[in-house]
C-alpha cells in the first residue's frame, strides 16, 4: 500500500505542477488529459491495493480512511507514508 499511494502521489503531483501549467500556459490540453488519465487510473489501482489490505487484515479501518483521505491532498501521501511506516514498525506482519 505504501508503494501505490507513493506512485499515485506523485501522478497527482506532476498533473498539478506540470500539466495544468502545459495546459494553461502553453495550450496543451493532451497533457492534462494524459496525466489525469494515468492518474485516474493510479488512483484505481491505490483503492484496489487499500481494499485488498483491509480485507486481508493488513490495515485497519482507520488507517484505511486516513490514507483514502490523504491520497486527495497534494502531498498528503507523504504523510500516509509516515503514518503507514509508523504501522508497521508496531504491528510486524505474521507468519503462518
Known amino acids: 500500500m505504501r508503494l501505490a499511494s507513493l506512485v499515485e502521489g506523485t501522478s497527482l503531483l506532476l498533473l498539478l505542477l506540470i500539466a495544468m ?53 497534494p502531498l498528503g501521501f507523504l504523510a500516509a507514508e509516515r503514518l503507514l511506516r509508523r504501522d508497521a514498525d508496531r504491528d510486524p506482519p505474521t507468519t503462518g
Not at 484505481?44 to 493488513?58: G, K, T, W
Open 21 to 73: 501549467p502545459l495546459k494553461y500556459g502553453l495550450g496543451l490540453a493532451i497533457a492534462v488529459r494524459v496525466a489525469g488519465t494515468v492518474h485516474g487510473l493510479l488512483f484505481l489501482v491505490l483503492l484496489s491495493v487499500a481494499s485488498r489490505a483491509y480485507f486481508e487484515r493488513a490495515a485497519s479501518t482507520r488507517s484505511l480512511l486516513r490514507v483514502l483521505g490523504l491520497s486527495l491532498v
